[in-house]
Every structure is written in C-alpha cells, then in structure tokens.
C-alpha cells in the first residue's frame, strides 16, 4: 500500500484499472437499472491524475481528452460535486495521463473520478469517511464506488453493495481490441440474459485458480456478438492461452486470461503482439489487493 501522505498537490496519483472476473445479471428493478453479482480486482496499470490548486474555485482540466467534452469528464464532474456536497470553495487544476481505453470495461473513467475523489478529500483538506465518497461516487457511475472502497470485491445491486475478498496472487494479459463499446448498447440488447441464478460470496470464494475463473460473464454474448472486434479478441487470446479461461472484463471491449505470475502474462502478451491488428494494445499487469490509494481515506462515519 503507498503511503497516504504521498497524496499532494503536483505528485502523479494511480487510477487502476479494474476487471471484472465474473459478472451475472440476475435481475431488474422496476426503474430499469439491471442487478448484478460480480468479483472486481484492480491492477497494477492505469491512468493517472496530478492535481495544481487554484484559489478562484475553479474546476479546470489541463488536456483534452479526445471525445470528452471537458464538462462532461468524470473528473470535472467529481471535483464540482465534492465542492457541492462539502461547500468547498477551494478550485483545482487537473492533468490526466489517459493510458486506459475508453469503452473498454476497465473502468478507466470511474477510476479517475474516484482518484478526484479520494485526492481532493486529502488536499482540500475535507476529511469526509470513505463510506461518505462511495456515496458520492455512486451518484457519478456505479463503478466509481468500488474504487473509493478500495479492496477486491464482491459486488451486488448495480454494483454498489461490496464485501471485501481475499483473491489468490494472479497476473493477467489484458487485450483491447481497438473499439469502444458504449455499456447502455450492451445492456438494452434484448439477447442479454437477465436472470442467472444468484450465487453466494462462499460459491465465488470457493472457486478461484489460475486456469479456471468462477461463473461468466452475460454481457460478453452480447458484445462478441454485436463488435466483431471482441469476438475476434476472444478467439486469438483462447487459441494462445492453453486451458485458462478468456474473458471479457464489464461491457466490454477488453478480454483478459489470468497468467500464474507477471512472467507469464508477459511472455503470453510477447506471442500475442505479432497478431494483433493494426490499432490493437495489450499489457500484462499484477492482479492488486488494495487500490494503491487505499489508506488516503479516512475511515468511520
């Protein structure tokens, strides 16, 4: 775990990725939002975040994202809604090192929302509990709060209701296909399956190895089906990866296989790359216990 008080203004904060190494759909509520039971695990790659203060209470973003109006960005929106909730005056500058695809189920966006989050808590000196971010970030997108929560989880609801897991040490390839899938496309497919059985935390704890992952994942019919991109991702990493299992991590597009260690991973990405298409990447990453941010929010109520 860093050290909380590596969080300072001007310092480069991760954003990890996240995958998703199951995820059912067993239900829906009467509003539309679908239920789910998934496994989360961050890895050690991301984005990153550096945060400059401002004293005219300004949000700012620094770059340009392309195809991210700035006031659209989760980053924008997590600072003004922090500065909402807390009566915050204080502004911010913010630059992002954008190195996770977008549409690619690695929680790329979520992830840099609760950096803000998590970031902006310790400079703007608010002292909010963490419980007290989660919420805040639920409001944003219901991946964000996984990210402030900090740990492997087992998630239920839409997302939003975590248990902590202990998950054995893994490495993963994690493949992009160079297409973004938008999520609300994948779950409006009248192909999703929408009622697989619910299953306990003890049936998913009980089942993770290297070569063999618990359960599956719904929406990945849908994706292979509607972005050939994804199907084709698929059939390269399976006919690479021996007996592990491929899967899609959230709505897609990226596909990731779980290596025994970093060496693994790495050397199954070296025989990958030389097939990949034009505008395809890939990176082998160590599978994390806690988000490297975990002990910068305090905790209680």
């Avoid at 300004?58 to 989760?74: F, S, T, W």
């Avoid at 600072?79 to 954008?98: F, H, N």
């Avoid at 900090?150 to 902590?164: K, W």
């Avoid at 089906?225 to 991702?233: D, G, H, M, N, S």
Wanted: charged fraction near 20%; aromatic fraction near 8%.
């Amino acid at each position: 775990m860093s050290d909380p008080l590596a969080v300072a203004w001007g310092v480069w904060l991760p954003a990890p990725a996240k995958i998703n190494l199951f995820l059912h759909v067993v239900g829906r509520r009467a509003d539309g939002y679908h239920l789910l039971q998934t496994a989360f695990r961050f890895l050690d790659y991301g984005d990153r975040l550096r945060f400059t203060p401002r004293d005219d209470g300004r949000v700012h973003r620094l770059n340009d994202v392309p195809g991210v109006p700035a006031d659209d960005d989760l980053v924008v929106r997590a600072a003004r809604l922090l500065q909402q909730e807390t009566g915050c005056t204080q502004g911010v500058a913010i630059e992002i090192d954008k190195r996770l695809p977008m549409g690619g189920g690695l929680g790329g966006g979520s992830s840099d929302a609760a950096t803000v989050l998590i970031a902006l808590n310790r400079l703007w000196q608010l002292d909010l509990p963490r419980e007290r971010l989660q919420a805040i970030g639920l409001t944003l997108g219901a991946d964000v709060p996984v990210f402030v929560f900090g740990r492997s989880a087992f998630a239920e609801g839409v997302g939003e209701r975590l248990q902590p897991l202990q998950l054995p040490p893994a490495a993963y390839l994690v493949v992009a296909p160079g297409v973004s899938v938008p999520t609300p496309r994948i779950f409006a497919d009248p192909d999703l399956t929408r009622d697989t059985e619910a299953c306990k935390i003890a049936d998913f704890a009980a089942s993770p190895s290297i070569d063999r992952l618990f359960g599956r994942n719904d929406l990945q019919p849908v994706a292979a089906k509607l972005y050939p991109e994804v199907r084709q991702a698929i059939s390269l990493l399976a006919a690479q990866a021996g007996e592990a299992v491929v899967r899609m991590s959230g709505s897609g597009a990226c596909v990731f296989v779980q290596c025994a260690n970093i060496e693994a991973a790495r050397q199954l990405q070296d025989r990958m790359s030389a097939k990949w298409p034009a505008g395809w990447q890939g990176f082998a990453a160590q599978g994390l216990d806690e988000h490297p941010l975990y002990g910068s929010s305090p905790e209680g109520s």
